[in-house]
């Protein structure tokens, strides 16, 4: 059994719209081990002390020095092995990715869950918003390759990017074909909430409706060629929440990320 690390990186300092995202690792924690339901995920996995090692959050302070703390925790993490990276705002992917390329590890394909692509070459002047760590992590040679599923925000900036740095965009009602297309070899999944219709995930800071169901974010996390070797789940907002629905979803993606990873991990890592 191959253990999987979860670290939380409590940010949203680089939000564009409303802030949150920042109290979304307590709530995923909780929703995860609420006694509302069990900790074996769908292939029989039961995340316990073997399976998973929760490092806890990162000790940020909303402060530019953040970066590097995100940078050095991530690193840390994945020196040990697979890791998953709870958000906080979509602007963490890039210092995991910085602190993925520290630790060793080749660059690896991401599949990439969101309503929006995130490729700004900054936004509103913020270089490190959290709509722009995909162009960063391309520009810095940080991944092998982008998919992007339930991309449903498109404008000329964005299709440019995507273009530019070879990211490949799929729209809802093109999934299919995003599934073909997942990448072979080690694949990164970032999951943004908000690709999921706001039907599925109301709290998220950014409602754009339209987007994927639970269960295709599911045969994502199973049908990823992979092997998948971490992740993250990013921009729950619990302010905006129902009920706790959207912090039970993002424990349910968890609780199946974590298990494919501890699979992959078990069979191909030793
Ligand atoms: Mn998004």
């Known amino acids: ?32 081990y609420s006694s509302h339901s069990h900790l074996t995920a769908t292939n029989g996995l039961m995340l316990d002390a073997e399976s998973l090692r929760d490092l ?20 840390q993490a994945f020196a040990a092995g697979p890791a998953v990276m709870l ?27 969101d309503a929006h692509s995130d490729l700004y070459e900054d936004f509103e002047g913020d270089p490190l918003s959290h709509a722009s760590p995909f162009a960063r992590i391309m520009e810095n040679g940080l991944a092998a390759g982008i998919v992007q599923l339930g991309i449903r925000t498109p404008n000329a900036h964005l299709t440019a990017q995507a273009k530019r740095y070879g990211v490949k965009v799929f729209a809802p009602h093109e999934h299919e074909a995003g599934l073909a297309a997942l990448p072979t070899g080690p694949t990164y999944i970032s999951i943004d909430l908000d690709g999921l219709d706001p039907a599925f ?12 169901t639970t269960r295709e974010v599911l045969e994502v996390i199973w049908k990823t060629p992979g092997p998948v070797v971490g992740g993250d ?8 929440d129902v009920n706790g629905m959207t912090a039970v979803l993002a424990a349910k993606l968890l609780k199946e990320l974590v298990a494919r990873i501890s699979t992959d991990a078990t069979a191909s890592w030793g």
Do not use: C, W
């Open 1 to 32: 059994m191959r253990r999987v690390s979860l670290l939380g990186l409590p940010t949203d300092q680089h939000s564009s719209f409303l802030r949150g995202a920042a109290k979304a690792p307590p709530a995923i924690r909780e929703a995860l």
């Open 56 to 75: 806890g959050d990162a000790p940020l302070r909303e402060d530019v020095e953040d970066f590097e703390r995100m940078v050095e925790a991530a690193g």
């Open 87 to 113: 958000g906080g705002d979509h602007a963490v992917t890039y210092p995991i990715l910085v602190g993925v390329a520290a630790a060793g590890i080749a660059p690896p394909q991401i599949v990439h869950i």
């Open 201 to 212: 995930a109301p709290g998220v800071s950014h409602h754009e409706p339209g987007g994927l």
């Open 233 to 240: 789940i990013v921009e729950l907002n619990p302010d905006r």
